[in-house]
């Protein structure tokens, strides 16, 4: 059974107003003020979040030794730290407000400082064959996904991303150089390229969804192949970033497949699709956000399948079910903070309005938990396809192909 975990302070920072930071560890005597506040900022508020299950194993937080002697992997932490710290003093109706003239506060500004420094320092990097092979690179601009999200879940993920397949690609165990940061830290640094290898296989399946075709790319990662890594389910847990399980991710990514070629001018078949389908072995009631991702998946399979075939199925029946997961999920903050996917394929089939009421509850109680603006997004992106359906009095299958023309490429997890 797994409880919720308080992570200790970082020796000699405590979580106080800026200026009040006691300092104790050498470690951190060269830090300034707000190196320290948003270092300890990111141990307790910020790790949890991308983690279904807090612990002391948390990769995220593990790389914090790491980044004493990382500077571009210190400020790309402190850019998540201050975004996530700023979005914390909006309400949500607020953040469906904010803009590129929105007026910034001294945290907002701390964030573009650190985020403009992450960009540079990334991109000097890669342009350096030892920089672009070392896992701090690779974390750090993986933590910009992350980024991502907290600012508005559209706009330059796929980007980040792609980047993180090529630097994991790039990166050569045997061949770095003797008394480097890699062999200081390299437990922790060995976790974090597991764990960003794994959440990269996570979001390469789910973020086509919400987004135009061909978005990504088919570059495979390496050089940890994911299914020739097999770890204990608790260990799995601890470092699961979501908790869908990987045979549903295998089964996204070949309905958004299928998606592609329906828009490209390669012929595919029923027959095709139908084989796709059925490699998705039954599922088991693990558990209620396995379920959730699988309904989620059967919805968003079935509305490719009609597509092919030019019919219309009504899966009212799998909706309701679908809404009654997330309802029993709800009381659960460690598992409810994981089915934002879910919760968008419920809110964009639902055609009843309390159904819609519900996930919009859901979504405002997700973004006081998370702080992510592409929550809030989540919602504006919502009401304008219902308003659209009622408006022009159009199909629910229709939204596979119109999502990515809402104002971005949305990654909605």
């Not at 879940?153 to 630097?167: A, D, F, P």
């Not at 699988?294 to 399979?301: D, F, S, T, W």
């Not at 219902?386 to 408006?391: H, V, Y």
């Amino acid at each position: 059974m797994y409880h919720t975990y308080n992570p200790p302070h970082i020796p000699g920072l405590h979580l106080l107003p800026m200026g009040k930071t006691e300092l104790d560890d050498p470690l951190l005597s060269n830090l300034d003020e707000t190196t320290r506040y948003y270092l300890d900022y990111y141990s307790r508020c910020v790790c949890k979040l991308f983690i279904m299950y807090d612990s002391t194993v948390n990769p995220l937080r593990n790389v914090i030794g790491a980044a004493f002697d990382s500077p571009l992997l210190l400020s790309s932490i402190i850019a998540l730290s201050s975004r996530h710290r700023a979005n914390s003093k909006l309400s949500y109706s607020q953040g469906r407000l904010v803009t590129s003239s929105t007026i910034l506060t001294d945290t907002d500004h701390t964030a573009l400082r650190f985020k403009h420094k992450t960009l540079r320092g990334l991109s000097d990097a890669v342009n350096d064959p030892q920089l672009r092979a070392l896992d701090a690179t690779v974390t750090s601009a993986f933590l910009l996904l992350f980024l991502d999200l907290l600012e508005s879940g559209s706009g330059t993920w796929n980007i980040h991303l792609e980047g993180v397949k090529k630097l994991i690609t790039q990166i050569e165990t045997h061949t770095r150089p003797k008394g480097t940061v890699q062999q200081d830290f390299g437990t922790y640094l060995t976790s974090i390229r597991e764990f960003v290898s794994r959440q990269v296989y996570v979001i390469e399946n789910l973020g086509p969804t919400y987004a135009n075709p061909e978005l990504l790319s088919n570059t495979p990662i390496g050089p940890i192949p994911l299914r020739a890594t097999k770890q204990p389910l608790q260990q799995k847990l601890e470092h699961s970033y979501l908790g869908c399980p990987e045979y549903i991710l295998d089964a996204l990514g070949a309905f958004s497949s299928s998606r592609d070629f329906l828009l490209s001018s390669r012929p595919r078949s029923e027959a095709d699709l139908e084989t796709r389908i059925h490699r998705i072995d039954d599922i088991q009631e693990l558990s209620k956000l396995a379920e959730s991702y699988k309904l989620g998946a059967q919805i968003y399979g079935r509305r490719i399948l009609d597509a092919l075939i030019a019919e219309e199925t009504s899966q009212d029946h799998l909706v309701r079910r679908l809404i009654s997961v997330i309802h029993e999920l709800e009381s659960d903050a460690n598992l409810f903070k994981c089915i934002l996917w879910p919760m968008v394929i419920a809110g964009l089939e639902s055609r009843e309005q309390v159904h819609r009421k519900f996930i919009s509850g859901c979504l405002e109680k997700f973004w006081l938990e998370t702080r992510c603006l592409n929550v809030v997004n989540t919602g504006t992106i919502l009401r304008r396809v219902w308003q659209w359906e009622e408006r022009e009095d159009s199909t629910p299958k229709l939204w596979i192909f119109r999502i990515g023309q809402l104002g971005g490429d949305w990654l909605l997890v």
